[in-house]
């Protein structure tokens, strides 16, 4: 899914679109590991960033200036 589509399906409230950024996890989480990280801290640093991104997003004057990954 392209990254402008998950955040306009963000700004109209459709928040299950989220899940669609959850295959960057496995990402986050060998750069983690391999940063001496437990797959654990992996999980914490994704759901906050994830928490965090929600909350930019939905502000009107938000603007995307990198990829979602």
Do not use: C, W
């Amino acid at each position: 899914m392209k990254d402008e589509l998950i955040i306009d399906e963000l700004r109209r409230g459709r928040s299950q679109v989220l899940k669609k950024v959850y295959v960057h996890l496995g990402t986050v989480t060998r750069m983690v590991i391999n940063n001496s990280g437990s797959e654990a801290d992996a999980d914490d640093l994704f759901q906050e960033a994830m928490i965090i991104f929600h909350r930019n997003v939905i502000k009107p004057d938000f603007l995307l200036t990198a990829s979602i990954k």
